[in-house]
C-alpha cells in the first residue's frame, strides 16, 4: 500500500481561497492522492480541477461542530453530489451520542448516507470528546446505518488522531468498513504509525510533506 494513495489531500480552514483550492487539486494530482477534501461550497470547483485525473472530490458534511439539523446534513449532502462529490465526511451529533441518544445518532448518519446515493460516506466521531465506550458506540452505529467508514477527527477539536484511538476503532468495526486517520497527522512516520495501526485512509493537510 502506498501512502499518497490513500491520503485525502484537505484544507478546511475558513480563510482558505479559491487559488489555494485549486492548488490543492494541483499537489492531488501530481502526487496521486486519493481525494482532495474541502468545504462544500468549494465542490465544484474540486470536482472540475479533478476531471479524468483519478482523484476523487471529498466534501465535508455538518462540519466541523455536528450539531447541525439532520435535514441540514442531508440537504447539504445531497448538493454536495450535484455538485460532482465523490465522497462525503460528516460529522456526528456528538451532543446526542454522549446523551445517550441513538436513535437520534443513527437516524443522523442514516439519513445522510441514504442522501449520498451510494456514495461513499465517512462518519467522523470526534474522538477527542469521547470515552472509550463512546468511541465503541459510535463506530457500531456508523457501521449498523451502512457508512463506508469511520474517522477520528475533524482537526479543529482540542486533539487529533492516535495511534491508541485507530487500533480501538479498527478493533471495533473489523474489515467491515475503513478507518480514516485525521488530525495532526503531518510527518511520513506519523501516517505510518496510523496505518500500521489499521487506518485505510489518511486526511491531512500537509500531504505533500508527508510524499516527500
Known sequence: ???????????????ATKEEIVCLCEEAKEHRFASVCTNSSF?????????????????????????????????????????GADEIDMVIHIGALKSGDYDYVLNDIKTVVDSAEGKLV???????????????????????AGAGYVKTSTGFGSG??????????????GESIGVKASGGVKTKED?????NAGASRIGSSKGTEICK
Open 122 to 144: 465517512k462518519v467522523i466521531i470526534e474522538t477527542c470528546m469521547l470515552d472509550d465506550n463512546q468511541k465503541i458506540k459510535a463506530c457500531e452505529l456508523a457501521v449498523q
Open 191 to 195: 501516517a505510518l504509525d496510523m496505518t
Open 43 to 83: 465542490t465544484s470547483l474540486v470536482h472540475e480541477k479533478l476531471s479524468d485525473s483519478g482523484v476523487l472530490t471529498c466534501t465535508v458534511v455538518g462540519f466541523p461542530l455536528g450539531a447541525m439539523s439532520t435535514s441540514a446534513k442531508a440537504f447539504e449532502t445531497k448538493q454536495a453530489i450535484a455538485d
Open 160 to 173: 487529533g488522531a492516535t495511534v491508541r484511538d485507530i487500533e480501538l476503532m479498527r478493533k471495533t468495526v
Open 1 to 15: 500500500m502506498k501512502l499518497n494513495n490513500i491520503i485525502d489531500h484537505t484544507l478546511l480552514r475558513a480563510d
